[in-house]
């Protein structure tokens, strides 16, 4: 049993996009800063957020007016509604992935002056290997149409998993990963700026930066294994989900930067993602009896990250100021 795959992108397109893509990353690196040390400001994160949201909505402006020239408007308003709906799962979805930068760059005690650079390195990994497991995802859809009910399952487990252990925070002493590195790599005690690597004494040791990059790219492959099977429940087009996927992962580093300092009042935001999994999961097991229009998944995946967002900053405790007591 197999599945077609339906794209209308054509090779331009795709150069196109990863011009741009690559554009935007050389524009951060050589002329706004990206490759020295220090510290963003909220405003400039802000700024960035704003930006990527806006990039993002101009993208799937220009889809339609594209498809709408060429395939007309019922094509182009289901291609822009797919590439939305597939661009607000990987964004709530990538926002899970925030909190554990927070959780490492905290345990490493990492300046935040020294976390740009680093999440820069790790948008670049998370490009290539999301673009390798789009790219086998769509194989696997395309020769076995039966993969995606295994997605299906597998996004209702984890959503399960996720909200039985939502308030549970991982021990990074005990995370495998880590013990291997520390147990076959020379570390130095302290950080060496932004090094990953520096020689001392005619030997190269690895600096903690190291084992911070190894972690949040190792994180972003995890999460990936949630997020991708997720937006095969919207759509099986690959320049969809690639898009959609680079458009979130790109906002992320600056979603970081804005919303670390109080990433404990969005404590909520985790079971409504966990929802989100479980609905989608349930989306695609159910896709032989029931199809949902793309509409209703948009709908129901933006209610729910908004009900959790609004409820996590109503229910949370305003931090006491030093001195203060309850």
Request: proline residues 4%.
């Amino acid at each position: 049993m197999s599945a077609s795959v339906d794209s209308f992108a054509t090779g331009p397109m795709w150069a196109g996009f990863i011009v741009f893509v690559l554009g935007m990353l050389a524009l951060d690196l050589f002329v706004l800063g990206g490759n020295r040390a220090r510290r963003v400001a909220v405003r400039e994160a802000l700024a960035w957020v704003i930006a990527w949201f806006c990039l993002a909505l101009s993208f799937a402006g220009l889809l339609w007016w594209y498809l709408n020239g060429t395939q007309g408007a019922e094509v182009a308003q289901r291609k822009t509604l797919e590439f939305l709906t597939g661009y607000l799962i990987e964004q709530s979805l990538s926002i899970d992935n925030m909190f554990v930068f927070v959780m490492i760059f905290s345990y490493f005690a990492v300046p935040p002056e020294l976390q740009r650079r680093v999440l820069l390195y790790g948008v670049l990994g998370a490009i290539v290997m999301r673009a390798g497991m789009i790219l086998a995802g769509v194989w696997l859809v395309t020769e076995f149409a039966w993969v995606l009910y295994v997605f299906g399952a597998f996004l209702v487990i984890t959503g399960i998993k996720m909200l039985i252990f939502a308030e549970h925070d991982p021990d990074l002493e005990k995370n495998p990963l880590l013990r291997w590195l520390r147990g076959h790599l020379r570390i130095t005690p302290g950080f060496h700026g932004e090094s990953f690597f520096v020689r001392q004494n005619g030997i190269v040791w690895a600096t903690p930066m190291f084992l911070v990059l190894v972690l949040i790219e190792a994180s972003d492959l995890v999460f990936a294994v949630d997020s991708i099977p997720a937006i095969f429940a919207v759509t099986t087009d690959p320049f969809i989900v690639f898009t959609s996927n680079i458009f979130a992962i790109m906002g992320l580093r600056a979603l970081y930067f804005l919303l670390a300092d109080m990433a404990d009042r969005f404590h909520l935001l985790k079971y409504g993602l966990a929802l989100v999994l479980v609905f989608i999961g349930g989306k695609m097991l159910a896709a032989p009896w029931f199809h949902m229009p793309i509409q209703w998944s948009l709908a129901i995946v933006a209610g729910t990250i908004l009900v959790s967002v609004v409820a996590s900053l109503l229910l949370t405790k305003p931090r006491l100021a030093p001195g203060e007591v309850e």
